[in-house]
């Protein structure tokens, strides 16, 4: 498992990927002509009608290439819709101060105006605030980008009252898909509405991400918004009525992966969909009912539950016991876990997503990971460890660390590699210790060889 | 946590020293320590006159980058350089060596609105 919040990082079955080596698929050149791709548009055409279904909305883009792209792709549809309508002046686009740092940076790209709204303590947008500002700017308001379930991984109560807000001020509201792990098959953008808003189909329609891509990010938009939507100069049929420029150079970006979204929503069926949601959810809040005993839980909603994942809060290890986050992560290794994300979106926390993927034995398997180094911070919080030389600071524990006859930590071996039972049928061993990363963001060494060594010999 | 009584502060954790009419801000003991490791600072408004408030460079550290805001209005006439060499500095010396630029106070008045030892003492509690 790898639980990163933020990001849904869920199963990539093989079965989901195998079309992508058809040699029909895979050799097809992006500016193909129609007539020569006709499998391929089907494959669009079925998907794009698949995905309105899951937004609530009456026309996609395949064009973007990313959640981030498709941020870029939705804003200029706005941008364009409201210079359409006379409007040229509607440049002010509201963020909530809980958004995640790429929802800014697109829309002033975009040639938007940010105006950042506030959040009330339990994480939520503060409507007030929100409304304030909305009244302030209402010549000029333009969009509101908003990210339901919210970044804080909580449903928004509001969010009817904040889409209609901005909607009664003239502006638009884009929907960040982020969190579509939660939606699917249960609520949807246009339910909540939102007038556009981007896919990651790289998170929750099934491809595989890190490491830097290829993703995809199409854009779903309402009604009033089709005509707008990115054309492409190679491909007429591209884009709507009014279509603004191409954000991606080929015409329905990487399409080839496209197949894997198509297979895993033609697999699942509308049921399956739904059904995944849901175990996402559980999943999430059967690991926060866990944990909550032993961690705190930055913020639920008004059931005591949380969406589809959850922010710890580690901020008080540092204090009590000179424990970072960055310690649990690196000691996370030791236990055969890759890390949920750190510090973000509040620093010094861990957010924890675990999709649907995973069956009750692997959640509970992360869960006595987590708690068994809640018992090892305890150990430093009451002085029977170090503050410093400790299982966490000196975490990951390499093989290599281990069979080292001169052993001097003050802990044992066994501690240190196999702290808890499931470990002694299922280890992973780290090749690496702790790098130390300030000295590495301090030194950067080019890598690439000298012009010489291309010389022959 | 060391918060010295002669200098002032503001909500975002710059301290001011002033000395004349040129005003030495860097970041406070509280937030380097937040940041973490620091690893680049990156100031390229030497020269300019800014208003309180506006970003004036960026602080980067391992796991975060975080903008930097003029404590009050004024032409920033030095930036200290050493620090592109020494990030580290403000780690470890940030009220001394970790210092970031100096300003040309424009309104002396507005010294008034920063936080005194103590005031900004609680807010960091």
Request: proline share 5%; with cysteine.
């Amino acid at each position: 498992m790898i639980p990163l919040g933020s990001c849904t990082m869920k199963l990539n079955a093989a079965s989901e990927l195998m079309p992508i080596t058809f040699p029909g698929f895979a050799h097809m050149h992006p500016f193909a002509p129609l007539e020569q791709a006709q499998g391929y548009h089907e494959m669009f055409a079925q998907l794009e009608k698949d995905l309105c279904e899951a937004t609530g909305f009456a026309a996609m883009s395949l064009q973007p290439n990313s959640g981030a792209q498709g941020e870029y792709a939705g804003l200029m549809v706005i941008k364009a819709y409201h210079e359409a309508n006379g409007d040229a002046d509607r440049k002010v686009c509201l963020i909530p101060s809980s958004a995640h740092g790429t929802n800014p940076a697109s829309a002033v790209m975009a040639g938007f105006e940010i105006v950042v709204t506030k959040c009330d303590e339990m994480g939520n947008i503060d409507v007030e605030d929100l409304k304030a500002k909305a009244e302030e700017h209402k010549d000029r308001l333009g969009a509101l980008m908003v990210t339901y379930p919210s970044t804080h991984g909580v449903y928004e109560e509001a969010i009817q009252e904040i889409t209609s807000i901005i909607h009664a001020h003239g502006g638009q509201v884009y929907m960040d898909g982020a969190n579509m792990n939660a939606q699917v098959g249960l609520t949807n953008p246009g339910n909540i509405g939102a007038d556009v808003c981007h896919l990651n189909l790289h998170k929750t329609f099934a491809i595989p991400h890190g490491g830097g891509g290829p993703g995809m990010g199409p854009i779903g938009v309402a009604a009033h918004l089709a005509d707008f939507l990115p054309g492409s100069v190679m491909l007429e049929k591209a884009g709507g009525s009014k279509a603004i420029n191409a954000v991606s150079a080929a015409p329905y970006g990487s399409a080839l992966i496209l197949m894997i979204s198509y297979a895993y929503i033609k697999m699942l069926g509308a049921e399956g969909l739904r059904h995944s949601t849901e175990m996402a959810i559980v999943n999430a809040n059967y690991i926060k009912a866990r944990l909550s005993e032993h961690y705190g839980i930055l913020y639920t909603g008004k059931n005591n539950t949380v969406a589809h994942e959850m922010i710890l809060d580690c901020r008080d290890f540092k204090r009590d016991a000179g424990v970072e986050v960055a310690d649990i992560a690196k000691r996370l290794i030791d236990y055969g876990f890759h890390s949920p994300t750190v510090s973000f979106p509040v620093a010094e926390t861990l957010m924890i997503e675990p999709t649907e993927s995973e069956d009750k034995e692997e959640l509970d398997r992360f869960c006595d990971a987590m708690i068994s180094i809640r018992k090892e911070i305890k150990e430093i919080e009451n002085g029977h460890a170090d503050r410093e030389n400790n299982l966490l600071k000196n975490a990951p524990h390499t093989a290599d660390c281990i069979i080292n006859k001169d052993w001097n930590y003050p802990y044992s071996p066994q501690e240190a590699a196999y702290p808890i039972e499931y470990l002694k049928d299922y280890k992973y061993w780290v090749p690496v210790r702790r790098v130390d990363n300030a000295f590495g963001d301090r030194n950067l060494i080019c890598s690439c060889p000298s012009i010489e060594s291309y010389e022959m010999a | 946590m060391n918060i010295p009584q002669e200098l002032k502060y503001t909500k975002d954790h710059e301290w001011v020293k002033v000395e004349g009419d040129i005003a030495t801000i860097g970041i406070t003991d509280f937030a380097q320590g937040e940041l973490g490791d620091i690893v680049y600072v990156e100031v390229e408004t030497e020269g300019e006159t800014l208003d309180a408030e506006e970003v004036f460079g960026s602080v980067e550290a391992v796991k975060t980058v975080s903008d930097l805001f003029m404590p009050i209005a004024g032409e920033i006439v030095e930036f200290n350089e050493e620090l592109e060499s020494e990030p580290e500095s403000v780690n470890s010396d940030p009220y001394g060596a970790g210092w970031m630029i100096k300003v040309k106070v424009a309104d002396t008045a507005q010294l008034d609105a920063l936080l005194d030892a103590d005031a900004y003492k609680a807010l960091v509690g």
